[in-house]
T-cell receptor, first 112, second 112 residues
């Protein structure tokens, strides 16, 4: 079974802090994704990566950056956290092509 | 960019009834259409997918239909059970290799 693991289920941080969300997958997938999920807005893509050291902007990249130094790990970085970044963050991975994305169970992040 | 619309946003049915969720998409190049189920406190899980060379696909009580001419696809759940209660998301691949575009989700509630 594919396993996508997000390092924290719940996280509370303060405004202005630099926040790191970590995601690890164990299936040697090329593609990895970061989404945020807000009520009524569905899943919105922040960033994605096709390969190590590669990244592409999604639909809402402002205020975020990512890092992919190893194939199995994809990190989302909030450079200076703000209250409007309070949300559920979901990581996903897939093989290239028309292959399903597999999701982690999410990190619920609160910025106070 | 690609736009996926999903209806209804909420759906309540009696146990044993059928449930139908509909999605439309805009990118005529889309050729892969997955459906995800998200239970409370978990990440989305793939339940069924369909590719554009197929008009219908069935897996036990779940079926998906695709009409490429009209650019819409639907999820059908028959003989609903309380454990079917969850948020369901449709998605399509669009033209950008690897990434998915999601609908905003449908909260399905099945009453015993």
């Amino acid at each position: 079974d594919v396993k996508v693991t997000q390092s924290s289920r719940y996280l509370v941080k303060r405004t202005g802090e630099k926040v790191f969300l970590e995601c690890v997958q164990d299936m040697d997938h090329e593609n990895m994704f970061w989404y945020r999920q807000d009520p009524g807005l569905g899943l919105r893509l922040i960033y994605f990566s096709y390969d190590v050291k590669m990244k592409e902007k999604g639909d809402i990249p402002e205020g975020y950056s990512v890092s992919r130094e190893k194939k199995e790990r994809f990190s989302l970085i909030l450079e200076s956290a703000s209250t409007n970044q309070t949300s559920m963050y979901l990581c996903a991975s897939s093989f290239q092509g028309d292959q399903p994305q597999h999701f982690g169970d999410g990190t619920r992040l609160s910025i106070l | 960019g690609e736009n996926v619309e999903q209806h209804p946003s909420t759906l309540s049915v009696q146990e044993g009834d059928s449930a139908v969720i509909k999605c439309t998409y805009s990118d005529s190049a889309s050729n892969y259409f997955p459906w995800y189920k998200q239970e409370l406190g978990k990440g989305p899980q793939l339940i069924i997918d369909i590719r554009s060379n197929v008009g219908e696909k069935k897996d036990q009580r779940i079926a998906v239909t695709l009409n490429k001419t009209a650019k819409h696809f639907s999820l059908h759940i028959t003989e609903t059970q309380p454990e079917d209660s969850a948020v369901y998301f449709c998605a399509d691949r669009g033209s950008t290799l690897g990434r998915l575009y999601f609908g905003r989700g449908t909260q399905l509630t099945v009453w015993p």
